[in-house]
């Protein structure tokens, strides 16, 4: 019996063919995994900035938005009451805090009443109203005309609070408002910025100007306030004077 050797055919494809072994580098090394951490922190930074930015810039005119309703919100109880709201206190749920008796406020300095006033929206621990960073809103009511405001309105009232470009008020926007809605922005009651502390100090004084983050006087506080005018046309319209 003869064997006779196979050898296989250069040409044959089906043969299988050996290969050389390959031989990759696995994983990174440290200074490639470094360079890798820089990029990303470049390219995520450029990303958060802007986020950053547009997220403050929509929290603001959620503000200004969220004041708008509340002005509308005053104006809207005054024709149906004849009389406008007291400020809500930290102890009273978010409800008015008149005297019982003569109506008189307790304070007239406080919060926004946003249960009295059927607001929705964010609220703390003690039912107060929240701006869109999470503050309290601030509502104060004229005591002038020995709190007639919160009584019973009638022709001829003067409100007594004021609206300034400055603490310093040189420059008035009005000083016959009935009522001032504000939210102090981003940096709540944590500022030395003067004109920011003139609308925490719960004086018959307020101060509205345009946005600013320089150091010292900063300004970030939204303002709204209901004018004399406003109120006595709405109320006329509501048939509560004539």
């Known amino acids: ?15 299988p063919q050996s290969r050389p072994a390959l031989h990759l580098q696995q994983g990174f090394s440290l200074v490639e995994m470094s360079i890798v951490l820089v990029i990303l ?8 900035a802007p986020f950053s930015t547009q997220l403050d810039s929509s929290k603001r005119k959620g503000a200004d938005a969220q004041l708008d309703d509340i002005h509308n919100a005053l104006l809207g109880f005054a024709a149906n009451n ?6 809500a206190t930290a102890a009273s749920n978010g409800l008015a805090a008149p005297n019982a008796a003569t109506l008189a406020c307790t304070s007239y300095s406080g919060f926004v009443p946003a249960v009295t006033l059927g607001l929705n929206g ?5 039912g107060l109203l929240l701006d869109p960073w999470l503050n309290p809103v601030r509502y104060t009511l004229t005591s002038a005309n020995a709190g007639a405001f919160s009584n019973l309105l009638i022709l001829g009232l003067t409100p007594d609070l004021q609206a300034c470009e400055q603490a310093a008020c040189t420059s008035v926007l009005t ?17 030395t910025s003067p004109d920011q502390l003139e609308n925490l100090d719960g004086d018959t004084l307020f101060v509205t100007r345009p946005y600013s983050e320089q150091t010292g006087a900063e300004f970030d506080d939204h303002i709204i306030w209901v004018s004399l005018n406003t109120l006595v046309y709405n109320l006329v319209k509501a048939g509560q004077i004539n």
């Open 1 to 15: 019996m003869i064997f006779q050797a196979h050898y296989p055919d250069p040409g044959d494809n089906s043969q």
């Open 41 to 48: 922190g470049v390219l995520l930074g450029g990303l958060i």
């Open 82 to 87: 004849g009389r406008l709201p007291c400020p």
């Open 122 to 126: 964010a609220v703390d621990a003690n």
């Open 175 to 191: 000083t016959t408002a009935v009522a001032v809605v504000f939210s102090p922005g981003d940096d709540g009651t944590t500022t």
